[in-house]
């Protein structure tokens, strides 16, 4: 039986739809700036542990490294910026309001001991995480 959705649901779904974003730019951004790329790929290989560590109600650390997580890649955004010269753009901005999201979900997400229906989360992240690249990046 399917229970409601929850603070975890909605932060799985953020980091899947995030880690999509970071996963696809990463190529992108190797020729220009290869400390960025790779840190596109640490921030998504982060998000996916994060993701399946938010999958287990028990492993308590989990929120509390989202929130660090995403709070990370919503700081680092104009950093990025700045130093790579980049203009923002819809796709950016996008990405940054869904790791708010995310943000929120697991500081809501401390004392809950529910269980999420992750693989419908990660669907979810997914399909947003496709829409948010169907923005387009400038590069």
Do not use: Q
């Amino acid at each position: 039986m399917l229970s409601s959705l929850g603070a975890r649901d909605v932060a799985i779904s953020a980091a899947a739809a995030s880690a999509l974003v970071h996963a696809v730019l990463a190529p992108v951004h190797f020729s220009s700036h290869p400390v960025v790329a790779t840190l596109f790929v640490v921030a998504t290989v982060a998000l996916l542990v994060f993701s399946l560590a938010l999958t287990r109600p028990w492993v308590r650390w989990a929120p509390g490294f989202g929130a660090f997580l995403f709070f990370a890649l919503i700081v680092s955004y104009p950093l990025v910026h700045a130093i790579t010269n980049e203009a923002t753009d819809a796709l950016g901005i996008g990405t940054k309001l869904i790791e708010a999201a995310g943000l929120v979900a697991c500081l809501r997400s401390f004392r809950s001991s529910e269980t999420s229906l992750a693989p419908i989360d990660v669907i979810t992240g997914v399909f947003v995480g496709l829409i948010l690249l169907s923005f387009g990046h400038k590069h």
